[in-house]
């Protein structure tokens, strides 16, 4: 093999060592810090002109037999319940965290539980172990009901009555 070769094959398992090295770096900075969120979805978006911004929307009432609370039911946070009247909820290890896990498993900003009409979504965002609806790791956003067991780690969540 000419001198040539060597240097540009040497120097292409450097180029390879260090794209390595800096997407390692990039997911444990995700990891440890969160995904960006843009200025409106943090709720930073002015309010609507036809809405005085020093009033809170009125709450609405839950439909009856709707789900009222998301509960950890199995996991080292068993017992911890979050309203799903302060949807949307951000389940993680994160201080902003809805429902905070201490699961080495589970991101810092792990998953969403939203509503849309009368129907409640889970969503991952991008967590390094997925989040899993029965079986199934999801990837979009997927429609839970009472009892669905959702998996985020190590912890098992249900909405409740």
Do not use: C
Request: glycine content about 10%.
């Amino acid at each position: 093999m000419s001198e040539l070769t060597l240097f540009l094959v040497r120097l292409a398992f450097l180029a390879i060592l260090w794209i390595f090295v800096l997407s390692a770096i990039s997911v444990i900075r995700s990891d440890m810090f969160g995904a960006r969120v843009p200025e409106t979805a943090r709720g930073g978006a002015p309010a609507p002109s036809g809405r005085k911004s020093g009033k809170a929307p009125k709450a609405r009432k839950p439909r009856r037999g709707a789900p009222t609370h998301l509960l950890v039911v199995d996991g080292e946070n068993s017992g911890i319940r979050a309203e799903l009247a302060d949807a949307p909820l951000l389940i993680g290890r994160g201080s902003d965290a809805a429902i905070k896990l201490d699961d080495d498993y589970v991101s810092t900003r792990h998953a969403r539980v939203v509503a849309s009409g009368d129907e409640w979504f889970v969503e991952d965002l991008g967590s390094t172990n997925g989040t899993y609806v029965g079986p199934v790791r999801i990837t979009q956003p997927t429609t839970i009901g009472i009892g669905t067991q959702v998996r985020v780690g190590k912890t098992i969540l249900e909405l409740r009555k």
